[in-house]
């Protein structure tokens, strides 16, 4: 069965900024960065999504609130 977990796209925009932060970078450089090697932010943003969902599954109290 498939699960329908619903990530808010304010959890994506933190994880997206995050990595950006875990990288030196702000966002816009790195979102930049990444259409500079053919990466798109949605793709970017789906992987996020899946990220912080599959953390939801696996650790539901580590999940953000």
């Known amino acids: ?5 619903d990530v808010p ?3 994506i925009d933190e994880g997206i900024k995050e990595i950006a932060d875990r ?4 966002q816009e450089a790195f979102l930049k960065a990444l259409r ?15 990220s912080i969902a599959w953390q939801t599954i696996v650790s539901p109290g580590c999940a953000r609130n």
């Open 9 to 11: 796209s304010s959890y």
């Open 1 to 5: 069965a498939r699960l329908e977990i």
């Open 23 to 26: 990288n030196g970078m702000d």
């Open 36 to 50: 500079d090697q053919g990466i798109l932010e949605s793709a970017l943003r789906n992987q996020v999504e899946a």
